[in-house]
């Protein structure tokens, strides 16, 4: 039939322009899959504006030529370009076929000019589609379009994924940080954040994204310790020589009408988001004050900076491309804080207020060596210092409530100064070698750090008395307190995998070539964290208002009657060292039926030791230790050339993070305390993945999906027993059982003369179940059953985009998000005598929706302006806990935490040099 195509084509032509024209024709054939047809590529007439794209039998026609010699030239993104002289002559149509390669290795007679780059959303649903495994990616192209700024925001436009506006987590189908890992280039990328097990994806501006890549199911050649799946960053590289320049400015809505936002005293030792501390923290008792400033100026502004070059150094050719950004950004909250004990109020605020003011600058650069045709050499660093510098205070209306405080339990109020500092490094070099034909090479090496500094957090809890009378708290000698905390992160880390082609593709029979992946992994982390506390005794002190604390701190009170505590810092130091080996088999029974089936066996190695106040003794340590054997198998079954069914199985686990693991409390600025438990134990995962994709054009996917996953020893956070209040990472029960179902559709609803989307809707809907047992410990009021912690069983995303695809193109894209209700932190019985009564029930961040609205128009050849609205619907972020009354047994939905972020507004203008 193909070859019927390309000689009903060739006649075709012919016919048509035998008098004056002659044209070109041909098949254009993919290397990579087996010589299967290649849709979708560019042909041009190298010097002119004539060219087509070949279809989904990769058969083309140029059609109209003068007689004469050409150069056609043949790309596709992903691929290498090929420039190929062809002759025309008047009433002939010239066949030229083209097998296009991602290797140079195949190439024959053929200019080389572009290597890989996956950034177009054609690209990357062709290569979703010609994958056995089961992923989803989202490239550069459609980021622009979508207005997405970072890495996190492109997450979220992929089916089941969601982002925590609360916490800034990504989840993928529902589950959160815990069971997700995060790549950059294939390599393993550190946490910015001592809280989290994954990095801030906000911090990868779109400036320096090729693609983000969200693999659901799981392949032997990556770590095991992903359960929900793997977000992989493909950096950018050289793509053609130009140079970019972006300002923007904008404001956050909530910002409006406020004329008391504050910055930290320590913000007078930062510049530019760095830190330089001037004094020893017991120093900063009396040298440094204790009252924040006034920020008049809240309008955010950013600049970014990207461009590249190639040249050649001792007759290699090299590419560069770099790019640097520098921001800041301005936000304000105002809500409720509440927290129960044993279904009683313990506390109560009604005014919480946070400032926070956001530096980031970022730099990046990529070099690309080619040492020849057949081996390239890549290298990658990034370099990112961001900082926050937080205000809260809540009580300033003097109805704040702590149960049992003193001198007074009414007119509370707390002010809690922080800024936070994180510089991180992220240092890569990758190689590829065509060994042979049939025999390639890859490998990489990674050097992470990271280096996250609390230089002097302030702290007050005091109670207003009245109008001119403010008294210091008095329940421990830590109530007045300035602290330091550091966490210092290295980590090393490679693989290397050999791939080799055992035989050829056999047309008589129909049958593809086995491929054979092996090869190892090895990563060892290292954490440093250090945190320290010096406190002020202060009780029966006074002073007029809250805005007046410096007056107290001085060393003439310290002579009469301020008592100065200090004790010995907490320390843990712990190291997580990772071995494994694997082998994964690529087949192809016929050109229907294709898959991998791999094994992994994987050594981790988790060691911990600590020394701090909370934990009997000070002193501890454990050594976790797990060697295991992974499997996996990702099958693929083509029901026609644009139907495909999938099937994926795999064993996985979910390690403990080191701050799951330490027993050291860490105190938020609303009071909650959080502790690790050196008890706990990793999880074991079974997942299995069935999937229908349909292709119905280049653009255009629809697909469904069933999952399920059970889950062996679930990790969550739930609150514990006992007057403190903390909350614990706990193995709650024996199993947990996740069933859910996926849709997705991208579909154009108008297109033009040529076939491209006009206007273009892209949804997608994850409904999901969740059930798991309790452990007795966490059993009561008669459950014995619950979710699991941090999962959404209803996700919805969903964009709706215009492109006028005209010269001075026009873009406007809406996007909408919805994730329902999840437990922020599981409930646990007071007393298991009368767990009836005497329980916290599960802690619930209630579902919201977002919605953002994005409108660029290219104003020049070089001049891109740009309209960002961000969270225009502004929800309220709000978290709820079941409160039954001890005396009545009426129970009711309270309120427990609420606020709301704001709608960012911005413009941005981009200048480019081409």
């Not at 002119?48 to 007689?67: N, Q």
């Not at 809505?253 to 330089?276: A, P, R």
């Not at 035989?503 to 992946?517: H, I, Q, S, V």
Request: hydrophobic share 35%.
């Amino acid at each position: 039939m193909k070859h019927f195509l390309i000689a009903l084509v060739f006649l075709t032509t012919a016919f048509s322009y035998a008098q004056d024209t002659g044209s070109i024709v041909g098949k254009l054939l993919d290397k990579e899959y087996n010589n299967e047809p290649l849709a979708f590529a560019n042909i041009l007439v190298k010097g002119s504006t004539k060219g087509t794209t070949s279809d989904m039998d990769g058969v083309y026609a140029i059609t109209e030529l003068t007689p004469g010699s050409y150069t056609i030239v043949v790309s596709f993104v992903g691929y290498l370009t090929q420039e190929v002289p062809v002759t025309v002559t008047a009433g002939n149509a010239t066949q030229v076929d083209v097998i296009m390669s991602a290797s140079a290795a195949a190439l024959d007679e053929v200019v080389i000019q572009t290597t890989t780059r996956k950034e177009s959303e054609t690209a990357l649903l062709l290569d979703q589609k010609k994958a056995v495994i089961i992923k989803e990616s989202i490239g550069a192209e459609r980021l622009s379009q979508i207005g997405a700024t970072d890495a996190a925001a492109a997450t979220s436009k992929i089916s089941g994924v969601t982002k925590s506006e609360g916490s800034g987590e990504v989840y993928i189908r529902g589950l959160g940080d815990r069971y997700l890992s995060t790549t950059m280039n294939g390599l393993p990328i550190p946490s910015d954040d001592v809280n989290n097990k994954n990095i801030n994806l906000n911090l990868f501006s779109t400036n320096m994204i090729e693609n983000v890549g969200i693999s659901k199911t799981y392949t032997t050649s990556a770590y095991a310790d992903q359960s929900s799946g793997n977000a992989d960053i493909t950096s950018k590289g050289y793509s053609k020589k130009e140079l970019s320049i972006g300002i923007s400015s904008g404001y956050n809505t909530n910002l409006f009408g406020v004329d008391n936002f504050k910055k930290s005293i320590i913000s007078e030792d930062v510049t530019l988001g760095f830190h330089k501390k001037e004094y020893a923290l017991v120093d900063l008792i009396t040298r440094q004050g204790w009252d924040p400033l006034e920020q008049k100026n809240t309008g955010n502004y950013g600049i970014a900076i990207s461009g590249g070059t190639k040249f050649e150094v001792f007759g290699k050719q090299v590419k560069l491309f770099a790019a640097g950004s520098h921001s800041k950004k301005y936000n304000y909250q105002e809500g409720i804080f509440r927290s129960y004990r044993s279904n009683i109020l313990d506390n109560e605020f009604t005014d919480t207020e946070l400032s926070n003011t956001s530096i980031n600058s970022t730099g990046y650069i990529n070099l690309g060596l080619k040492l020849n045709s057949n081996n390239n050499i890549r290298i990658s660093s990034l370099s990112v210092n961001k900082s926050d510098d937080n205000v809260y205070e809540q009580g300033r209306n003097g109805e704040g409530y702590v149960f049992d405080q003193d001198p007074q339990e009414d007119g509370a109020f707390v002010r809690d100064q922080n800024f936070k500092q994180t510089t991180m490094l992220i240092n890569q070099i990758e190689g590829d070698h065509n060994i042979t034909e049939r025999n390639t090479l890859k490998w990489a090496a990674g050097f992470n750090y990271v280096l996250a500094q609390e230089p002097n957090r302030i702290r007050n809890e005091v109670n207003i008395l009245d109008e001119n009378t403010v008294q210091y708290a008095h329940v421990g000698d830590y109530q007045q307190r300035k602290s330091s905390q550091q966490i210092e992160d290295t980590e090393y880390n490679a693989y290397i995998i050999d791939a080799i082609e055992l035989g050829k593709f056999d047309e008589d029979a129909n049958t593809r070539p086995l491929k054979l992946n092996f090869g190892a992994d090895y990563r060892q982390k290292d954490r440093s964290f250090n945190s320290l506390f010096i406190g002020v005794r202060a009780r029966d002190f006074q002073v007029p208002t809250v805005d007046d604390f410096s007056e107290t701190f001085t060393t003439e009170n310290f002579n009469n009657g301020l008592v100065l505590r200090e004790r010995d810092p907490d320390l843990y130091d712990a190291d997580l060292n990772i071995i494994a080996g694997f082998a994964n088999l690529d087949f192809g029974l016929n050109k229907k039926f294709s898959g991998n089936v791999g094994v992994r066996l994987e050594r981790d190695e988790i060691n911990v030791n600590w020394d701090v106040a909370n934990f009997v003794g000070r002193l501890g340590s454990i050594k976790k230790e797990y060697t295991e054997v992974y499997p996996s198998v990702n099958l693929k079954y083509e029901l026609n050339e644009n139907q495909f069914l999938r099937l994926a199985s795999s064993l996985t686990q979910t390690l403990p993070e080191f701050k799951e693991l330490a027993p050291f409390e860490y105190v938020s600025p609303t009071g909650r305390v959080t502790r690790g438990d050196p008890d706990l134990e990793k999880s074991d995962v079974f997942n299995l993945d069935l999937k229908w994709e349909f292709f119905p054009k280049r653009s255009e996917l629809i697909s469904a999906t069933a999952f399920y996953k059970q889950i062996k020893n679930p990790i969550n956070l739930a609150q514990t027993r006992g007057s403190s209040g903390i909350f614990e990472y706990s193995n709650t029960g024996d199993a947990a059982d996740v069933v859910g179902l996926e849709f997705e559709g991208r579909v154009d609803l108008i297109t033009n003369d040529d076939d491209e989307a006009l206007l273009n809707l892209n949804a997608n809907v994850t409904k999901m179940w969740f059930t798991q047992d309790l452990l007795e410990d966490y059993q009561y009021n008669n459950i014995s059953e619950t979710d699991l912690q941090g999962a959404s069983d209803l996700i919805i995303n969903g964009s709706l985009s215009y492109n006028s695809h005209k010269e001075k193109e026009f873009i406007a894209t809406l996007t909408g998000n919805y994730s329902s209700d999840k437990i922020y932190a599981l409930g646990s019985p007071e007393d298991f005598t009368n767990s009836a009564v005497l329980y916290n029930d599960a802690i619930i961040e209630q579902g919201f929706v977002t919605l953002d609205l994005v409108v660029s128009k290219q104003i020049t050849d070089n001049l891109l302006v740009k309209f960002t609205g961000g969270n225009l619907l502004n929800p309220e972020i709000k978290q709820t806990q079941n409160i039954r009354n001890i005396n009545s047994g009426i129970q009711t939905n309270e309120t427990v935490l609420s606020y709301k972020k704001g709608s960012l507004l911005s413009l941005s203008l981009k200048y480019t040099f081409k």
